[in-house]
T-cell receptor, first 115, second 113 residues
Framework: GENVEQHPSTLSVQEGDSAVIKCTYS??????FPWYKQELGKRPQLIID?????GEKKDQRIAVTLNKTAKHFSLHITETQPEDSAVYFC??????????????FGKGTSLLVTP | SAVISQKPSRDICQRGTSLTIQCQVD?????MFWYRQQPGQSLTLIAT?????????ESGFVIDKFPISRPNLTFSTLTVSNMSPEDSSIYLC??????????FGQGTRLTVV
């Protein structure tokens, strides 16, 4: 099955700096890669996603890049703010598999943005 | 997006008892999923619940322990049976729209004492 590795497990940055979180996946059939933000005690919220036919996607301060050949994808947050502090999860999905749209999650990155 | 109502939001249960978690969606969806998130950990898929068929369980999860119902396209339940302290976790239901975007319920924080 799919195995998603995520690094780093914790990340501390100063407000205004950039943060980068990296994930690798093992199943070359995976074709959808979402990123979720989970604040303490709350549900995971989708912040950005990318499909396998695209190399990069950007939404304001957040961007995701995908390298299908190397089987890795990254989340980039620019001009970080204290409210960006949360746990971020990457995930991978093979929408054509027998398991349908089940997500395989990385272990998460706890991001702390200090003022 | 999808509006997902999950309840209870939290519960404290005695070991050996069972708890049924409900998940209600504001519109019809084909696929619903149940995940477990142990304290400080990532999300692990328990099972896929499709209407009209038996739930499909992931390795390490069995129907006797986590029976699932999916009576229609807007509702599902997950039961945690014969609970032990190791079952203390957050349980989340999830639905996927046709564009593969997944949405989560607010989760059920279960503590077994």
């Amino acid at each position: 099955g799919e195995n998603v590795e995520q690094h780093p497990s914790t990340l501390s940055v100063q407000e205004g700096d950039s943060a980068v979180i990296k994930c690798t996946y093992s199943d070359s059939a995976s074709n959808y890669f979402p990123w979720y933000k989970q604040e303490l005690g709350k549900r995971p919220q989708l912040i950005i996603d990318i499909r396998s036919n695209v190399g990069e996607k950007k939404d304001q301060r957040i961007a995701v890049t995908l390298n299908k050949t190397a089987k890795h994808f990254s989340l980039h947050i620019t001009e970080t703010q204290p409210e960006d502090s949360a746990v971020y999860f990457c995930a991978a999905m093979d929408s054509n598999s027998n398991s349908g749209y089940a997500l395989n999650f990385g272990k998460g990155t706890s991001l702390l943005v200090t003022p | 997006s999808a509006v997902i109502s999950q309840k209870p939001s939290r519960d404290i249960c005695q070991r050996g008892t069972s708890l049924t978690i409900q998940c209600q969606v504001d519109s019809q969806v084909t696929m619903m999923f149940w995940y477990r998130q142990q304290p400080g950990q990532s999300l692990t898929l328990i099972a896929t619940a499709n209407q009209g068929s038996e739930a499909t369980y992931e390795s390490g999860f069995v129907i006797d322990k986590f029976p699932i119902s999916r009576p229609n396209l807007t509702f599902s339940t997950l039961t945690v049976s014969n609970m032990s302290p190791e079952d203390s976790s957050i349980y989340l239901c999830s639905v996927v729209r046709t564009n593969t975007e997944a949405f989560f319920g607010q989760g059920t924080r279960l503590t077994v004492v």
